[in-house]
């Protein structure tokens, strides 16, 4: 259901974009993990996946999306769409890189021991939101 999910979220605005390419070589450039980019280029996709699995537990009646505005509505779909938007962009990367980075982070999110993650991440991920007029 995940892979679903993320192909479903990822499919309308990944179409645009281009291959990835090392300016060194032809060689793809691929991370395994958001933890490989800087913290100023991560947080706000992993906000976004946070906001994703908040939006799917809404959708579900999951009690853990109770406590949080409605993503659908209230700009945790468009906030995700213009993060991931931009990691795409900036670091010229597949749909193909894109799907499986988020695939895994949605994975560790939706662990066991997510919950309480995205209990700790959604204040400040919150404010990214209404700082970007969302």
Do not use: H
């Not at 974009?17 to 032809?26: C, D, I, M, V, Y």
């Not at 499986?100 to 993650?117: P, T, V």
């Amino acid at each position: 259901m995940t892979s679903l999910f993320m192909t479903a979220i990822i499919a309308p605005f990944a179409l645009q974009a281009a291959p990835a390419t090392n300016p060194q070589s032809s060689a793809p450039v691929a991370f395994a993990s958001l933890d490989e980019l800087p913290i100023q280029e991560s947080t706000a996709p992993r906000c976004g996946v946070a906001f994703a699995l908040v939006s799917q537990w809404q959708k579900d009646g999951d009690p853990r999306g109770t406590e949080y505005p409605n993503m659908e509505t209230e700009g945790g779909r468009e906030f995700f769409v213009r993060s991931v938007a931009n990691l795409m962009e900036g670091r010229e990367l597949s749909r193909k890189a894109v799907s499986d980075l988020l695939a895994r982070e949605f994975a560790i999110l939706d662990s066991n021991d997510g919950a309480e993650r995205v209990e700790a991440m959604m204040p400040a991920c919150l404010l990214m939101k209404q700082s970007a007029g969302l």
